[in-house]
C-alpha cells in the first residue's frame, strides 16, 4: 500500500462523500480507491468510514483522522517545495474557478505575466458562473462576485466592481431612451435579466440619487446565467443591463453602449476569493492571492466608489 496515496483517497472521499466523486477527481477508478481505504482502514486498525448503498459517513476516528491528515498532506507538499536543492519557486497544480467574464476580460489576459514569474504552477481554471461545489469538486479556490453566502468558506474580499446601467444603440432606436430607472418596470422597456445562484434568481438593483432610492426588478426577455451570455445578449439589442466597469468600458468607447442613468449611484458588488478551511495554504495558492489582489486593484481596487458625475 502506498500510504500517501491512501491518505489522499480517504480525504478526498470525506470531501466529497463518495468513492465516486473521489475516484473521479483523483482520477482513479473507484476499485482502487475503495482498495486503498480499506488498506488504510486495516493497517490502523480502525473503522474509518461508515458505508451504505446511498452515502458514506465519517467515524468518530475518521474525523479525527481527518482533521490531523489534511494538514499532514499540506505540510508534505510544503516541505517538497522548501528543500535546499528543490525549486525555489512554488510549483504543482492549482485547481480554480472564476466567473467567466472576468476569466475572458481580465485574468487569462494577465496569465503570461503570472506564468513569468510561476512557471511551474498548472491551473486548471474552470469559466463559469455557477455555484461551485468548492470541497466536493476538489477546487482550492473560487472567485465570485456578491457576497459568500457559504460560511464554512474562508473568504477574502479582493475588489469592489462599479456598476452602472446600459443599453446598445439598436436597443434604445427600437424602444427609447429611459430618463428615470422607474421607466423599466411600467413601460416598453426590458431587460435582460442575470439569474444567480442555485436558485436561479434575480435580485432587484437599488439605485441612489441624492435622497431617491428606487429598487429596479424590470421586465425581461431574456434571463441567463453566464456573463458573456448576458453581456452578448445585452449587445444584440435584447435589453438593458447592469454591468461592471471592466465589462462594459470597450463597448461604450467602441460606440456598443450608451450609458443610462448616469446621475444615479448604485452600490459597488464586492469580490471575493474563497477557499476550503480545513487546507492548510499552499506556497501555490499564496503567491496566486497576491497576484490575483495586485491585478484587481489595478481594475476594481477595494473601497473605490465611482460618483455620478
Known amino acids: 500500500m502506498d500510504r500517501f496515496d491512501a491518505m489522499k483517497a480517504f480525504v478526498r472521499v470525506v470531501e466529497t462523500g463518495s468513492f465516486t466523486k473521489a475516484a ?68 504543482g497544480q492549482l485547481r480554480l474557478d472564476v466567473p467567466s467574464p472576468l476569466a475572458t476580460m481580465l485574468l487569462v489576459p494577465a496569465l503570461p505575466q503570472f506564468h513569468a514569474l510561476y512557471p511551474d504552477i498548472q491551473l486548471d481554471m474552470g469559466a463559469s458562473d455557477r455555484m461551485v461545489d468548492v470541497i466536493g469538486e476538489n477546487v482550492d479556490c473560487v472567485i465570485r462576485g456578491g457576497a459568500i453566502t457559504d460560511q464554512s468558506l474562508m473568504a477574502r474580499k479582493i475588489g469592489d466592481l462599479q456598476l452602472a446601467v446600459y443599453a446598445a444603440p439598436a436597443y434604445l432606436a427600437r424602444a427609447g431612451t429611459p430618463l428615470h430607472p422607474n421607466e423599466l418596470e411600467h413601460s416598453q422597456h426590458r431587460i435582460v435579466r442575470f439569474r444567480w445562484g442555485r436558485s436561479g434568481n434575480g435580485f432587484p438593483y437599488v439605485m441612489q440619487r441624492g435622497g431617491d432610492i428606487v429598487k429596479i426588478e424590470g421586465q425581461y426577455v431574456l434571463s441567463i446565467d453566464d456573463g458573456n451570455a448576458y453581456l452578448a445578449a ?69 473601497g473605490a466608489i465611482n460618483y455620478p458625475g
Open 24 to 91: 473521479q477527481t483523483l482520477h482513479m477508478s473507484r476499485t482502487t480507491v475503495t482498495q486503498l481505504v480499506q488498506q488504510l482502514e486495516a493497517r490502523l486498525r480502525l473503522k474509518l468510514l461508515n458505508r451504505t448503498t446511498r452515502k458514506v459517513n465519517v467515524t468518530a476516528d475518521g474525523a479525527v483522522y481527518y482533521e490531523r491528515i489534511v494538514h499532514v498532506l499540506a505540510a508534505l507538499e510544503e516541505v517538497e517545495t522548501s528543500l535546499p536543492n528543490a525549486s525555489a519557486l512554488p510549483r
Open 234 to 302: 445585452g449587445l444584440a439589442g435584447l435589453g438593458v443591463l447592469w454591468l461592471p466597469d471592466y465589462m462594459a468600458s470597450r463597448h461604450v468607447v467602441a460606440g456598443e453602449l450608451v450609458p443610462l442613468f448616469e446621475t444615479w449611484s448604485i452600490e459597488p458588488m464586492p469580490l471575493y476569493l474563497a477557499y476550503p478551511p480545513n487546507r492548510h495554504v499552499s506556497k501555490k495558492l499564496r503567491v496566486f492571492i497576491d497576484w490575483v489582489v495586485e491585478l484587481m486593484d489595478r481594475h476594481a481596487p477595494v
